[in-house]
């Protein structure tokens, strides 16, 4: 099946300094991923769109200039948390829709923590 | 707007009894509904999905969900648990060809020996 991939797993930081999350299709092709985070015992949250080619798209309180997402490539998003702070310490979750045949695929999560 | 509500935070079954999670949605027209779930420390997986063609639909593990327009509901079963089954259980709804994934809150499922 089609394979989702995040990059770090985890990763621990300072308050203040910036994190990148990577998300990347492995074996097929996606216009468009979208980024989520989880706090712990929570549902999952769309914070926003992330399409090839152009801007993201978010979603309704998500800070744009806080969470910076790059779609550089069909297989490759990036999610950049700038001047992170402890609050923003969550699960982030992308996932990607294949071009070929419209599924939508997870990746494993990130699990940020800022102290 | 589009909405799922997941009625139990919390399901605990005995091995090899059914299991029932319950869901209902909100849409002002058919929606795409799904049901994800999600093993600690593992990514999320496709439990199965409708988009409008037959009411019932089966997924993997036995898993299967019965769309009821006339209840606005789309609840989870499965006819015997197995141990392997505890984890978290997600109810999604997708407004239409968007490919946004709604979330409901989630339901544990606890199997018991």
Redesign the interface.
Known sequence: GAV?SQHPSWVICKSGTSVKIECRSLDFQAT?M?W?RQFPK?????MA?SNEGSKATYEQGVEKDKFLINHASLTLSTLTVTSAHPEDSSFY?C?A?SLLD?E?F????TRLTVL | AQSVTQLDSHVSVSEGTPVLLRCNYSSSYSPSLFWYVQHPN?????LLKYTSAATLVKGINGFEAEFKKSETSFHLTKPSAHMSDAAEY?CVVSPFN?????????TTLQVKP
């Open positions: 989702v468009t979208f989520y929570q549902s999952l949250m769309l769109t979750i996932s829709i419209y939508q997870f990746g494993p999560g | 593992k990514g999320l997986q496709l997600f968007t490919g946004k994934l709604i979330f409901g809150q989630g």
